[in-house]
T-cell receptor
Framework: DGGITQSPKYLFRKEGQNVTLSCEQN?????MYWYRQDPGQGLRLIYY???????QKGDIAEGYSVSREKKESFPLTVTSAQKNPTAFYLCASSWWNTEAFFGQGTRLTVV | GIQVEQSPPDLILQEGANSTLRCNFS?????LQWFHQNPWGQLINLFYIPSGTKQNGRLSATTVATERYSLLYISSSQTTDSGVYFCAALNQAGTALIFGKGTTLSVSS
């Protein structure tokens, strides 16, 4: 089936550890996005990529890094520099300037 | 950048009631979407509606781009309609969706 797959669904991180969240899409979309959602809040943009090998910072990029080596994949690394990483992370993709679709999300908890 | 505001923040209804959710945006947009976030957190696409009116069953949406607002109508609400409804507008650069803070809808039987 076509869609966006995020993994894992749940992730636990120890203090000072880097973790990577996976996002894969088979919709042949050019653009991909990462959002963060805190309890009771809307979604805030972390990074976005409109084309392979290119990505841009969103509103809250500090403490995060991404890569876009393949059109289908846009992994997000939460580094130890992110002081409050516990949140729900959502990945999305779209054709340029059209309807966006979201994955099922990854819940990250610091332990 | 573009600002997106949703109202009301919370809405409590009896099953069978109708409701209207509003989304205001601060600048012209090329793209506006409505989503329903289910209890597991997944965002379900409801409407892609940069302008005009669309209907899908008991739900309909209208965007008046020149006046910078969009409305989501829910008729004959059901308990399964409960959850958070988000609107999101594409920023002027056309690079990413900017979300409102959502409307939390609770429908009781």
């Amino acid at each position: 089936d076509g869609g966006i797959t995020q993994s894992p669904k749940y992730l636990f991180r120890k203090e000072g550890q880097n973790v990577t969240l996976s996002c894969e899409q088979n919709l042949n979309h050019d653009a991909m996005y990462w959002y963060r959602q805190d309890p009771g809040q809307g979604l805030r943009l972390i990074y976005y990529s409109q084309i392979v090998n290119d990505f841009q910072k969103g509103d809250i990029a500090e403490g995060y890094s991404v890569s876009r080596e393949k059109k289908e994949s846009f992994p997000l690394t939460v580094t130890s520099a992110q002081k409050n990483p516990t949140a729900f992370y959502l990945c999305a993709s779209s054709w340029w300037n059209t309807e966006a679709f979201f994955g099922q999300g990854t819940r990250l908890t610091v332990v | 950048g573009i600002q997106v505001e949703q109202s009301p923040p919370d809405l409590i209804l009896q099953e069978g009631a109708n409701s209207t959710l509003r989304c205001n945006f601060s600048d012209s947009v090329n793209n506006l979407q409505w989503f329903h976030q289910n209890p597991w957190g997944q965002l379900i696409n409801l409407f892609y509606i940069p302008s005009g009116t669309k209907q899908n069953g008991r739900l309909s949406a209208t965007t008046v781009a020149t006046e910078r607002y969009s409305l989501l109508y829910i008729s004959s609400s059901q308990t399964t309609d409960s959850g958070v409804y988000f609107c999101a507008a594409l920023n002027q650069a056309g690079t990413a969706l900017i979300f409102g803070k959502g409307t939390t809808l609770s429908v009781s039987s």
